[in-house]
């Protein structure tokens, strides 16, 4: 989901007419605005990292992500991880605030607060969970990688939409919005697979103190406290809080996101108080109080949700998610390493999970929708493009990568999964492809009101 942008002003470097604001700096900021361009950097995170995982140097790779790194607080507390898990830990945090924040502002003014028009992609949703841990759970049945039901559970937000992104117009709009609520939706159900059965040992203090920091706040944004560097300070103890008490530290930034103000403080609906600020502040000699009063007048016309997703959403995209990637997709991949995953049920089960379960789950709970009268079909659209896009939701990346480092213990298990996710995802987006290009390109026709006659 692309983040708003305004208008270059040409007063800026970016916005002037220097050759290399021209040639460079504007197209890479274009760039950076396609939905797809976060799922490129994506790719070439994760190219990169397989390549020196795989090279002569690997060694250096596996020191970098390894390399420890400690925090100490005075005597009081002491954190020491690895590269790959502060990634993990701390800067996903980010990524799930990011996610948080997305799903708040559906349910308040989104696709998901029309309970009808959030049905049927609910109900797909729920399938693309249900078949594909069932499918993993049946093929590991009894067996060492019997946790890992979550990890084909997942779709990757970022890829999906870039993905049917690429395709333009062969995709009717409603059928991307379609899209888009599916993944907010299996976002909800990874969140709670994450809290509920991926959790390590709790600490009931830490939990208590994690509870009592999320009352506070709620209550701040209940007494109107929209002082941004306080949430940051007492956002960074809920996250502290939530790591000692043994629930996945993510899950702090995605209660916080869902307790983002999703609605303006100001509405300008019927309120003239705006112009006369703005007027004050740009007539006769503007004082710097002025200034300042105008400034925040404008600026709460937006949600601080709407302006935090402005600001976050392509630091996660463009510099988080990769990391991530980075740091958790190098996998050696020898020889031995490809026979071990071509039998192992682990990743038999993933890549069974997200290519055919994926397609079987979302495309069936979809019909029974559309059946059981709880929606129709998004307006011009057909079953051909329901089975595409239910293939794209194969595509399970970021969060299957992050599940499956939760849910096994043993490194081959692991690195079984991963092998299984990235094959998964590529067969996946390949297959959505040639089906949805089957679809035939969808030409929006707009309805002409007709000509009455005398």
Known sequence: MASSSTELSPLTWLGGERRLARRVGRPVRN??????????????????????ANSPWS???????????????????????DVSHWVNDALMVLFFFVVGIEINRELVTGELRDRRAAALPAM????????????????????????????PM???????????????????????????????????????????????????????????????VILMRT?????????????????????????????AGVVLGLIVPA??????????????????????????????????????????????????????????V?????????????????????????????VAGLVVGKLVGVSLFTYIGVRLGLASLPRGSTWTHVVGLSAIAGIGFTVALFISNLAYTDKVLVEDAKIGILAASVVAALVGVVILTRAGRVVEIEMQPAESGD
Request: aromatic residues 10%; negative net charge.
């Open 31 to 52: 760039f950076l605005r396609v939905e797809a361009a976060g799922g490129l950097l994506l790719i070439l995170a994760t190219v990169v990292a397989l390549v020196w």
């Open 124 to 151: 797909a949703a729920l399938g693309g969970m249900i078949v594909p841990a069932m499918i993993y759970t049946f093929v590991n049945l009894g067996g060492d990688g019997a946790h890992g039901w979550g990890v």
């Open 322 to 350: 990769p990391l991530f990637a980075f740091a958790n997709a190098g996998i050696e991949v020898s020889g031995e390493t490809m026979r071990e995953a071509l039998t192992s049920p682990v990743t038999l089960g993933v």
């Open 223 to 251: 007494i109107r406290i929209w002082y941004i560097p306080v949430y940051v300070v007492v956002g960074t103890f809920l996250w502290l809080a939530v790591f000692q008490s043994g629930i996945h530290a993510t899950i």
């Open 59 to 81: 060694g250096s790779y596996f020191s970098l992500v390894h390399a420890e790194i400690t925090l100490e607080f005075g005597s009081l507390l002491t954190i020491s991880e």
């Open 154 to 216: 997942a779709t990757d937000i970022a890829f999906a939409v870039g993905v049917v992104s690429l395709l333009g117009n062969r995709i009717p709009g409603a059928m991307k919005v379609f899209l888009l609520t599916l993944a907010i939706v299996d976002d909800i159900g990874a969140i709670l697979v994450i809290a509920l059965f991926y959790t390590d040992d709790l600490s009931l203090g830490w939990l208590l103190t994690a509870v009592v920091t999320t009352g506070l």
């Open 263 to 320: 609605r303006p403080l100001k509405d300008l609906d019927g309120d003239d108080s705006l112009d006369g600020h703005i007027g004050s502040a740009i007539s006769g000699q503007p004082s710097a109080g002025l200034i300042r009063r105008a400034h925040f007048e404008i600026r709460e016309t937006v949600s601080v949700a709407e302006r935090l997703d402005d600001v976050l959403h392509p630091f996660t995209s463009f510099l988080i």
